[in-house]
């Protein structure tokens, strides 16, 4: 039984040999290298090329690449490689020529075979001859009319055109009623399913629910009139996943008129559509769903000449501190609810800027009349209605800042500070020449801190900080900056130091200071030094590494206090007390600065757990004579003393003013009567 078996197995593959060498082709299997060296030939091979399959295999006596025709070698190694490049099978047609010298043209299917690696190890395939066809082919272009030709022509250049529009858009076809009948590949690809799912199924398989029922008549009313349809739909993958597709639906018709199908070309466009989400998020107030601050900005870019006017709610905090913020967001809804109205009917767009800011922007259809008066109405309108919020009723109380040039919204919000400051509803920039003033004196003055800082002229003084119960081991003095003018005179910070917070200049200056004190004092043990510094300089990561560095590198945090202003937003709570820690833990020592003005709370001492409090110049100056002065310094001491914190008194220029401070039990005094600062060569 056993030899039965092999015996036809036997008859079996001689038979297919025998076959395989009557016919005109040939198996292989071959490298992929520029010879296409044979490793293994059919006997078909001498049928085909005239030479045996021993002349080829390995190359003997000549590769198979010699056979190819040499205009035909390039693109044919060319074609295989992109075949491989995609792993696909490749079909080409080419020459060769064969061992009696004639040409015969050749068609070759072939795959490349990998391991499990990935790596290529070898090709096969099948070749056969195709001259006849071709010749008979060739007859049949050469018999054909000239109207033949260019139907076939047409013919193929269709067939080209379906395979370009296959490759680049996501096709579709279906029959009058809608049935799809054709899918390509990227449809397919796209939605998740096969082709043999789509076939046969309406589109309404893909729809997402989130897509009206409206669109999709008005589109079937569309295209059943014959009439071409385009928009952008959101369809439903096979995994439930959303995509966005631009589709554009033709009816194809019969030559008598009538629909014979309809064929729909989309082109993926969800990444589009996620970005221009992302930028719409990024351009909408989140609370209001108005445009914001960047949008407003970015308007403002176009070659259009604008007008702006920024509004402010006043004391907009308090209703956040009193109320809660629902309440204060409810409260913004609905005045932007109000000044939507307004706008929209004399075409003003509307933003919400910063918490408490709105703004409207206008072109040139308004004059500049009817636009500060629809200002003032709005501003009227706004401050005469009662917000009802939980039962709550508000009247808004704002100030505005318009702006008619160039730099519009830093004019405008420059006009609206002015209007606050100066008690004023409405301020117009272009109208305001103190405004224009103080702007070209802020401009004189960074430029004339720009040339100090270049030329080390901010320097450094120190003031003496006296004990008032007697002598201390150590001598403490606080650094305080000066401007040194090309005249050699000395400039006061009041004259400089707003100017440096707006033109960005501060912190530079903080780290001035610092490098100076540090250098001086290092050499100095017996000296406690103290810094100024405000939120600005906290919230700089380079002024408090710089800090930091300076206080570990020459072990001084025993001997530096850092005194923070108090009026300088030191309710920022969360910032400031992570600051203090961080000091304290390397032994430095935390001042209040100026307590007594800003937003001065008791509480907050509690929580920012400070070392020395310096009560401000305004209650000292007169606090021997002022009753109301004496109250206020008195609650502060005592305040101190039961937490532990030290007190110092500032601005003591008097013999009168230094007793009733000493009467009080302050802990420290500063002043011109006790000592006036000087540069820090002369302590």
């Not at 025998?18 to 071959?30: F, K, M, N, V």
């Not at 893909?206 to 569309?222: A, G, K, V």
């Not at 532990?644 to 302050?666: L, Q």
Request: charged share 25%; hydrophobic share 40%; aromatic share 10%.
């Amino acid at each position: 039984m056993v030899n039965d078996v092999f015996g036809s197995t036997k008859v079996a593959q001689e038979s297919l040999s025998a076959l395989l060498s009557r016919l005109p082709c040939i198996l292989y299997q071959c490298l992929n290298d520029m010879h296409w060296t044979m490793t293994y030939l059919s006997d078909g091979c001498r049928n085909l090329t005239g030479y045996t399959a021993e002349a080829l295999l390995h190359n003997q006596q000549l590769s198979f690449n010699d056979l190819i025709h040499p205009d035909d070698r390039e693109w044919t190694f060319a074609a295989v490689e992109r075949a491989l490049a995609q792993k696909k099978a490749f079909t080409h047609q080419y020459r060769i020529i064969t061992a009696s010298g004639e040409e015969k043209w050749v068609w070759e299917q072939g795959v490349g075979v990998w391991d499990e690696s990935g790596q290529l190890q070898y090709l096969e395939g099948f070749i056969t001859d195709v001259t006849e066809q071709k010749h008979e082919r060739d007859a049949l272009k050469n018999s054909l009319g000239e109207r033949d030709k260019e139907l076939l022509l047409n013919v193929t250049l269709l067939n080209e055109y379906r395979k370009a529009v296959d490759e680049g858009a996501i096709v579709s076809k279906t029959d009058s009623q809608g049935v799809i009948t054709y899918a390509n590949k990227l449809f397919c690809d796209i939605s998740g399913y096969t082709l043999n799912e789509l076939i046969g199924r309406k589109h309404s398989l893909l729809r997402h629910s989130d897509m009206p029922t409206e669109l999709f008549t008005q589109m079937w009313q569309t295209i059943t009139s014959k009439q071409v349809w385009k928009g952008v739909i959101k369809n439903r993958n096979k995994q439930g996943e959303a995509y966005y597709v631009q589709s554009t639906i033709v009816p194809i018709l019969k030559p008598d008129g009538s629909i014979y199908e309809f064929m729909s070309i989309r082109h993926d466009i969800t990444d589009l559509i996620r970005q221009t989400r992302q930028i719409q998020r990024q351009t909408t107030d989140h609370l209001t769903q108005l445009p914001n601050r960047q949008k407003l900005i970015e308007d403002l870019q176009t070659d259009k000449v604008w007008k702006l006017a920024v509004f402010n709610i006043e004391r907009f905090s308090e209703v956040n501190e009193y109320y809660g913020l629902d309440v204060g967001d409810a409260l913004l809804q609905k005045t932007a609810d109000l000044m939507s109205k307004f706008g929209h009917q004399l075409r003003l767009k509307l933003y919400k800027l910063s918490g408490d800011e709105f703004a409207f922007l206008c072109d040139e259809r308004m004059d500049s009349e009817d636009f500060i008066s629809s200002c003032r109405k709005a501003l009227d309108m706004l401050e005469t209605t009662n917000i009802e919020v939980d039962g709550n009723s508000f009247n808004l109380s704002m100030v505005v800042g318009i702006s008619e040039q160039r730099n519009y919204y830093i004019n405008a919000e420059i006009a609206m500070n002015h209007a606050r400051n100066n008690h004023k509803r409405l301020v117009c920039f272009d109208n305001q020449v103190e405004i224009k003033d103080q702007l070209e004196k802020n401009v004189c003055w960074t430029r004339v801190l720009k040339a100090a800082l270049r030329d080390e002229r901010l320097v450094v003084y120190a003031q003496p900080v006296i004990s008032n119960k007697g002598e201390e081991q150590f001598k403490k003095y606080e650094c305080l900056v000066r401007l040194i003018n090309e005249s050699g005179e000395v400039v006061m910070p009041g004259a400089f130091l707003e100017v440096a917070k707006k033109s960005r200049l501060y912190t530079e200056i903080t780290r001035r200071v610092i490098n100076q004190a540090f250098e001086f004092f290092a050499d100095r043990p017996r000296d406690i030094f103290s810094i100024n510094l405000t939120l600005e300089d906290i919230l700089d990561s380079s002024v408090m590494q710089l800090l930091q560095d300076k206080v570990e590198h020459n072990h001084m945090g025993g001997r530096l206090i850092l005194e923070i202003v108090e009026s300088e937003g030191i309710e920022n709570y969360e910032q400031v007390s992570r600051f203090i820690a961080m000091m304290q833990k390397l032994g430095c020592k935390v001042a209040i600065d100026d307590f007594g003005t800003g937003y001065s709370n008791f509480d907050y001492l509690m929580r920012l757990n400070v070392d020395i409090i310096k009560i401000d110049g305004s209650i000292i100056r007169n606090v021997d004579q002022d009753r109301n002065a004496q109250v206020v310094a008195d609650l502060v001491v005592n305040f101190a003393q039961r937490l532990g914190i030290k007190t110092v008194a500032e601005f003591v220029h008097s013999e009168a003013v230094y007793k009733k401070v000493v009467d009080m039990h302050i802990d420290y005094s500063q002043g011109y009567y006790l000592a006036e600062p000087v540069p820090l060569s002369e302590i």
